[in-house]
């Protein structure tokens, strides 16, 4: 209908004829500021009363009903100013809650369009043809080259090759696949060439299944209701039974319109708008970005924290954090020279490291860094008498390996012919004041932490035992994750999920709050209800502070309309209030309610700087049980 399309143009409107009609009460004789004020009370209160008469077809007396009746009384006695300043402030604060609340399901239409919609297809006779991925079938064979993205879910027959799955795991190291190895939709070729078996196509693959599972999860999650919502279910027929009862015992129409009148929550319906909107403001400032109100609201009820590992607890990229050397010091930069020559050659993010490293280590330059390396499937590489690889690889080519204290890291070893000349632990460090944060968490009140990984369950539980999680599950799936949350969810645990790629997705959406870190994905960022811009995980901490001041500023808001309301409604009865006054204490009653939110502004910022930094030389990272290349 008109009204409810263009109710924010009616109180735009509204307000405006109401401006108008106090100054022109003020500074003109005669009418005109009566009429202005009428005008801007029926533009702004049409969508108001058309809201009470909706509910009343369901049989709900809405807080709506009792703002319609009171604007009604107030133009009968000709408080003309009290109507129209009441509807505007009514829809006004519906405005700052409809604003803050908004969100955008875009994320879906990113994630779908992350896969191709062509693809090579393989026919019986060895040749290949572009093919629309809508026309693949179970059965049907794919050729991956470097840089193409999986459409479909299929096993390996031929060929290998590096794959990318974090869109999938959430897990920065690529996979090597051969024949036989499961590839999912999703995931990229970076490194060789794969000829793919389709097992599953559509929403039956496991990329399918993550844009399924975020749009139901979103379908499903209706916004948390608004404490003035649930108060107006006996707050208004209170006040409507209030003003039936005193016009019919004593008879005065005029006292009964002006209870109305008194009674109408000015200040109430503002109560939670006005502080949602400074309590936001003031998270921006400090790098916490909720998408509402109600996700103030949620936050101040979970009980339990599960967190996604990779990107959100440990850094997100690998680095080496350990050499044992077995040469010389000063042949140390020309092996490492070597063996950046070597691995530029691949781009296994193991390999990657060691670059990194050696950069940072100003190895020396190598002439023969064009030689290709041969690559041995699930150990290593090898160039020239180099080889570099797992210890699989240096038992293959009689290297003695000497104990070596045990590493929770991936190990990569370096041997010349059958000399070693280096070990490299290779690690993803666990992200700084990790386990601060986790001990500031218990003390907010949040009763479970636990971590959710596509990681090894062992390298999981490592991680999980270093920072101190109640629990710390590894070798899961999205799908897996979204249902281990709904588990808890059945055990009425509120949940709030913390994580930064596609595949959080659906976990962020099912959770009762999804919290995403600045650098995440868009898709992530969509989905969540809260961002943390500054990435930084002490942020966690100043967001359930951030959480509890608003809801309790809320509540606080909501006793003090009530309050004022309810002394109001007995001094009139007895005689101690008048229309006048009423009404001044009534607008006095709205700047408190403001003044009271404006406090949210004060909250402190906590300084990373005051928090003690984790050494990453000490950091416990995964296992992954992949080959080393």
């Not at 290593?380 to 104990?403: E, K």
């Not at 994580?499 to 898709?523: E, K, Y």
Request: hydrophobic share 45%.
């Amino acid at each position: 209908m008109f009204v409810q399309q263009h109710k924010y143009q009616l109180m735009v409107a509204g307000g405006g004829a109401t401006v108008l009609g106090l100054a022109a009460s003020q500074w003109l004789a005669g009418p005109v500021g009566a009429i202005l004020l009428i005008l801007g009370t029926l533009l702004a209160g049409a969508p108001i009363a058309w809201n009470a008469l909706a509910a009343l077809r369901v049989k709900v007396i809405s807080i709506e009903l009792l703002v319609t009746i009171a604007v009604v009384g107030a133009l009968i006695i000709g408080e003309y100013n009290e109507g129209a300043i009441v509807t505007f402030l009514f829809l006004f604060g519906d405005w700052l809650e409809s604003k803050s609340l908004a969100k955008t399901r875009s994320a879906i239409e990113d994630l779908a369009t992350a896969l191709p919609a062509m693809v090579k297809k393989i026919n019986a006779d060895g040749s290949q043809i572009d093919t629309a991925v809508t026309n693949l079938a179970v059965g049907d064979t794919i050729q991956l080259a470097p840089g193409t993205t999986a459409p479909v879910d299929g096993q390996v027959i031929g060929g290998t090759g590096l794959l990318d799955e974090s869109r999938i795991t959430g897990e920065p190291e690529e996979r090597r696949k051969t024949a036989g190895d499961p590839v999912y939709s999703g995931s990229t070729v970076t490194n060789g060439s794969l000829q793919v078996q389709v097992s599953q196509v559509g929403d039956d693959t496991v990329y399918g299944q993550i844009i399924e599972l975020v749009e139901d999860a979103q379908d499903a999650q209706s916004p948390v209701a608004s404490f003035i919502q649930r108060f107006a279910k006996w707050y208004t027929p209170l006040v409507l039974l209030i003003s039936l009862t005193v016009g019919l015992i004593t008879r005065d129409t005029r006292l009964a319109i002006t209870i109305l009148v008194l009674g109408c929550p000015g200040a109430l319906v503002i109560g939670a708008p006005v502080t949602n909107v400074v309590g936001i403001g003031t998270g921006a400032k400090q790098g916490l970005l909720l998408k509402g109100g109600d996700v103030a609201s949620a936050l101040n009820q979970i009980d339990t924290l599960v967190f996604d590992k990779t990107g959100t607890l440990t850094a997100g990229r690998t680095s080496v954090q350990h050499v044992d050397w077995f040469v010389d010091p000063a042949d140390r930069k020309q092996w490492l020279g070597h063996i950046a020559a070597a691995e530029k050659q691949s781009s296994h993010p193991l390999g990657q490291a060691l670059i990194t490293y050696a950069d940072q280590h100003d190895a020396a330059a190598d002439a023969a860094a064009s030689e290709a390396p041969q690559v041995v499937a699930g150990q290593g590489l090898t160039v020239s008498t180099l080889a570099i690889g797992n210890a699989q690889l240096m038992t293959s080519r009689g290297v003695s390996l000497p104990a070596l204290p045990a590493s929770t890291a991936s190990l990569v070893y370096v041997a010349a012919g059958t000399d070693l000349i280096a070990r490299f632990a290779i690690t993803d460090p666990v992200r700084p004041q990790a386990r601060e944060t986790m001990a500031a968490l218990r003390k907010q009140g949040i009763q479970h932490l636990i971590m959710l990984s596509g990681d090894t369950p062992a390298a999981a539980q490592r991680i999980g035992n270093q920072i101190g999680l109640d629990e710390a599950k590894g070798g899961l799936l999205p799908a897996d994750k979204a249902a281990y949350i709904k588990q808890l969810q059945a055990h009425s645990q509120h949940v709030a999920f913390v994580g930064d790629g596609i595949n959080d997705s659906p976990s962020l959406a099912q959770a009762d709050v999804g919290i995403a870190m600045g650098s995440g994905t868009d898709v992530a960022m969509d989905t969540a209800d809260v961002i943390l811009m500054n990435n930084a995980l002490p942020a966690l901490n100043r967001l359930f502070t951030l959480a509890r001041r608003m809801t309790r500023n809320v509540t606080e808001n909501i006793a003090l309309a009530v309050g004022t309301v309810a002394l109001l409604l007995l001094g009139l009865i007895a005689g101690l209030v008048t229309m006048g006054s009423g009404m001044l204490v009534h607008e006095a009653s709205i700047l408190l309610v403001i003044a009271n939110a404006l406090r949210l502004r004060r909250i402190p910022q906590k300084k990373a700087a005051n928090l003690t930094p984790v050494n990453f030389s000490n950091a416990v990272v995964p296992d992954n049980n992949h080959e080393s290349h």
